[in-house]
């Protein structure tokens, strides 16, 4: 793929290629040509449809039209941007590029009135971003769930790699790798049904919501039931109360939504940091990367870091679209109009941060003797198990003792079996907790990690 270094934004530079589906998705050319298909669309639509309010159109005209709708391409969208440049308004101007076919065609000349009839142009964009929208989270579903499937394996791989857990970041009860992945793949999961659960919304409904140019013409049509049919063809759900913009709540629960996914995979990407600093996961080596230009023996977590960054960025986006497309003054401002054409950017470095994770996940291994160093090096973290059981055995003052005995100092093996031989507890709980380990001391976490609820 060619791309201009010249682009200010890296998503049409230096990432092009890593999110060419969202750039196609959310294009300039991608919003004209649905712009176009919908103005078609709903010319075939009133003809059809409404043959007692419309003239009907030949089978001949329709192919005529079809066929012209399915040979737009980029030479379309060049002529529609020079009518724009002297309407200075974008609908119109695709409005104009039709009319100038239907102008060379007998028939079809007699048709022109009923381009853009009854319409303002938000209900075209309404509906144009309404597509472009269900298609790019279509796209970005897949794209996470590609990232929870590694998410979702490493569970099962590693549901039995016992490591260190920390909380507040001082040595606490141990879990397993695979739980802890886990716990991330269940929250996307989650995430993933209530982003795919929200229904984009158009409407097409004229200049302030209330069907004034359909009623005028005639009365006699149930207008909101015939215009919710034409944008069911597109799969798209009609908001009957409106002004002259539909509200776009929607919108901010989609981005809201992916706010929330992008806050998981911040959450991870910045648990796998620290893992790696601490020596928890190794890095995979790519002999001819480079991981530092000036210190040779750095691997660095590039991937990770830079997936948190475009997160930030991404979130950023999404949470000011969602306060503002949500507010317009009385029945519209124009002021959506142009943060719409950028909704585009919040998936796209969503996108982006999804792949450098995916790629980072890639790379990483349990470094098992540093775990079991770990887990070696800090014996204290049995004296939950310890103190629990002497509760479970009557005595009052466990906490105290357990807390007399570790709090601020390390344990090691042998001084733990010592005091748990000095304990009057029951020979059962004396045996488990000689039998235990800080390695064997994971309660469920193995079957929490290959679990499914």
Known sequence: MKFDHNNISPLDSRYANKISNFRENFSESALIKIRFEIEIEWILFLCNKLPKTFKPLSKNSIEKIINFKNKFDNKSVLKIKKIEATTNHDVKAVEYFIRDYFKKDKVLSSYIHLIHFGLTSEDVNSLSYAVMIKKGISIYVNEITRLNKVLNSYSKKWSNVAFLARTHGQPASPSTLGKEFKV???????????????????????????????????????????????????????????????????????????????????????????????????????????????????????????????????????????????????????????????????????????????????????????????????????????????????????????????????????TYISFIKSLSISEDSKEKLLNLKPNLYIGKAREIAKSSY
């Open 184 to 414: 991330f793949a269940s929250r996307l999961d989650r995430e993933i049904s209530i982003l795919k659960s929200v229904k984009p919304m158009a409407k097409f409904s004229g200049a302030t919501g209330n069907y004034h140019t359909f009623d005028i013409v005639d009365n006699k049509v149930k207008w909101s039931h015939i215009n919710k049919k034409f944008i069911k063809q597109f799969a798209v759900e009609q908001n009957p109360y409106t002004t002259q913009i539909e509200p776009h709540d929607w919108i901010a629960e989609i981005c809201h939504s992916m706010v929330r996914i992008n806050n998981i995979l911040i959450d991870l990407c910045q648990d796998a940091w620290i893992y790696i600093s601490n020596d928890i996961f190794a890095l995979k080596l790519l002999k001819n990367e480079v991981g530092s230009s000036t210190m040779p023996h750095k691997v660095n977590p590039i991937d990770f870091e830079n997936a948190e960054g475009n997160f930030g960025i991404s979130s950023a986006l999404l949470e000011f679209f969602a306060n503002k497309l949500t507010k317009s003054r009385h029945q519209r401002d124009l002021s959506d109009s142009t943060v719409l054409r950028n909704v585009g950017l919040g998936f796209g470095y969503s996108a982006l941060a999804i792949k450098s994770a995916i790629n980072g996940l890639s790379k990483i291994t349990p470094n098992k003797i540093q775990i079991q160093n770990e887990l070696n090096d800090n014996w204290e973290v049995l004296t939950e198990a310890v103190q629990t059981l002497m509760r479970y055995e009557g005595i009052p003052d466990a906490y105290e003792q357990l807390k007399k005995l570790s709090r601020g100092s390390k344990l090691d093996q042998e």
